[in-house]
């Protein structure tokens, strides 16, 4: 099956940094990505969907502006948790659309302090 | 709307036991797939299996099998003979068959197999 990379798989920033998650297929090209949060012991909720060249679709609830995704190829899309607080820790994980079939990261686990 | 309901929060059986994770699910499109993933402790998601709208039969992968029923909404999922190894979160997924493809996740079950 297709690799889907994302780094890092864990993070530690401070109140009020950024921090940035990138996803990479390593062996395929996805026109389409998708990045999904999971708060502990929940479901995955998609966040947004993101197209290779054009902006973003956010999820209703979701604010634009404080999860930048830039999709500037057809192997990377990266999002951004920009001026992160607690409340924002959570497992990230994106997800790249080859044919019909979905393929996710490793997850990346944001704990804000 | 779409919707994915999985009513077990948690099951805890004893290994070598059989064990059936449920799934129903909520559309209005005819087209549409169905997904079973696993989550690890670790974290990452493990594709099981994915079955598309068409396909009504079932599927058996090992200990591993599914039944869907679109009669009554449902694409239950069936460990047999459990392991310790099978201790995870299992959740079942939907997407509609527009070209989008996003995921609609349920809620998720976490089964844990005791020695």
Not at chain 1, 21 to 41: G, H, N, V
Not at chain 1, 97 to 103: D, I, K, P, S, W
Request: charged share 20%.
């Amino acid at each position: 099956g297709a690799v889907v990379s994302q780094h890092p798989s864990r993070v530690i920033c401070k109140s009020g940094t950024s921090v940035k998650i990138e996803c990479r297929s390593l062996d395929f090209q996805a026109t389409t990505m998708f990045w999904y949060r999971q708060f502990p012991k929940q479901s995955l909720m998609l966040m947004a969907t993101s197209n290779e060249g054009s902006k973003a679709t956010y999820e209703q609830g979701v604010e634009k502006d404080k999860f930048l995704i830039n999709h500037a190829s057809l192997t990377l899309s990266t999002l951004t948790v920009t001026s992160a607080h607690p409340e924002d820790s959570s497992f990230y994980i994106c997800s790249q659309l080859m044919n019909t079939e979905a393929f996710f990261g490793q997850g990346t686990r944001l704990t804000v302090v | 709307a779409q919707k994915v309901t999985q009513a077990q929060t948690e099951i805890s059986v004893v290994e070598k036991e059989d064990v059936t994770l449920d799934c129903v699910y909520e559309t209005r499109d005819t087209t549409y797939y169905l997904f079973w993933y696993k989550q690890p402790p670790s974290g990452e998601l493990v594709f099981l299996i994915r079955r598309n709208s068409f396909d009504e039969q079932n599927e058996i992968s090992g200990r591993y099998s599914w039944n869907f029923q679109k009669s009554t909404s449902s694409f239950n999922f069936t460990i047999t003979a459990s392991q310790v190894v099978d201790s995870a979160v299992y959740f079942c997924a939907l997407s509609e068959g527009d070209s989008s493809y996003k995921l609609i996740f349920g809620s998720g079950t976490r089964l844990l197999v005791r020695p």
